[in-house]
């Protein structure tokens, strides 16, 4: 099977257990292809972490979730070191050690705990002492977070947001789309049926690698990603990051899509995910963050 192929069973089984919400599924499987981490934001209920686990239930691989909470300590997440009967120092590995790890409300955790994952991402690699351990590979982190504004949420750090691929925008469902909820939950309850592996994962990942992006869309990239840095309301830019990002899962975009070449629809469908938690903006009478990036689409040729 080629890369659409497998993606529409994915989302062929995803419709039996989700109403709606196939562009939200898309970002997050096009997340995975990418080998990149995904963010999603909404208020609580509107089905954050069931799509999420839903979309990790399709693949044979290791999963964990870490519920975000005040009282959340590093050691909860990496590990810790302890001695043994014999007084060797051990250490237990932590749920980050996994393919795919799901993140409950991390801005509800301490910043303290939002610094400990800086490393897992970047690197994907944890540091313990003097050793240096590789997190199993694939490894993919998707991570919910509350609106700010919502008791005991905190705004993620910029360096740490930055280490998502994309911030996905989870809002409330159509009424069709409640409806369709409401029948999924009355039918019987089932499994979610795997479909792929890891090493299917890994096979579409390094062939999402080998698309092509030309010469015009590269530039069409740039272009976006400057004037992020320009906009009159914009008080901190996108970083070249940024740049990284649309690329990579704009060739996973036209993988999953059996194109060879990356096109500049792409990057439009593309651009609230990559650029949304990459800017700080001031005060814009209402436009916001979308309105923004929205404008600069408009303007960029």
């Known amino acids: 099977m080629d890369g659409k192929e497998k993606f529409a069973l994915v989302m062929e089984?995803?419709?039996?257990?989700?109403?709606?919400?196939?562009?939200?599924?898309?970002?997050?499987?096009?997340?995975?292809?990418?080998?990149?981490h995904a963010l999603?934001?909404?208020?609580?209920?509107?089905?954050k972490t069931t799509m999420t686990k839903a979309l990790a239930d399709t693949i044979q691989a290791d999963f964990k979730r870490i519920q975000g909470t005040v009282d959340l300590s590093p050691e909860d997440i990496l590990g810790y070191t302890y001695r043994d009967a014999d007084n060797e120092i051990k250490f237990k590995k932590g749920p980050i050690f996994t393919n795919i790890l799901l993140i409950d409300e991390l801005n509800r955790a301490q910043p303290k705990v939002m610094?400990?994952?800086?490393?897992?991402?970047?690197?994907?690699?944890?540091s313990v002492g003097s050793e240096l351990l590789q997190l199993p590979s694939p490894f993919i982190a998707y991570a919910t977070q509350n609106p700010l504004r919502i008791e005991g949420t905190e705004a993620l750090p910029k360096v740490l947001s930055d280490r998502f691929i994309?911030?996905?925008?989870?809002g409330y469902p159509s009424i069709e789309e409640e409806q369709g909820m409401l029948r999924i939950k009355q039918g019987e309850s089932q499994e979610v049926k795997k479909i792929l592996t890891i090493g299917d994962i890994v096979q579409m990942q390094q062939e999402a690698r080998q698309v092509t992006v030309p010469d015009n869309v590269i530039?069409?990239?740039?272009?976006i990603v400057v004037a992020t840095r320009t906009d009159m309301h914009v008080i901190m830019g996108a970083s070249p990051r940024a740049d990284i990002a649309f690329m990579q899962t704009a060739k996973a975009r036209a993988y999953?899509?059996?194109?060879?070449e990356v096109i500049m629809d792409d990057i439009r469908f593309l651009a609230r995910p990559v650029l949304?938690?990459?800017i700080a903006v001031r005060t814009t009478g209402g436009i916001g963050v979308g309105g923004i990036i929205d404008g600069i689409l408009a303007s960029t040729q």
């Open 276 to 278: 949304s938690h990459r």
């Open 256 to 260: 999953i899509n059996n194109r060879k």
């Open 115 to 126: 610094s400990s994952f800086l490393e897992a991402l970047e690197e994907r690699q944890v």
């Open 13 to 36: 089984e995803l419709k039996k257990h989700i109403s709606g919400k196939q562009e939200t599924l898309e970002l997050l499987f096009l997340a995975l292809v990418a080998n990149g």
């Open 219 to 223: 530039e069409y990239i740039t272009k």
């Open 166 to 170: 994309m911030r996905i925008e989870v």
């Open 40 to 47: 999603l934001e909404g208020v609580p209920g509107v089905a």
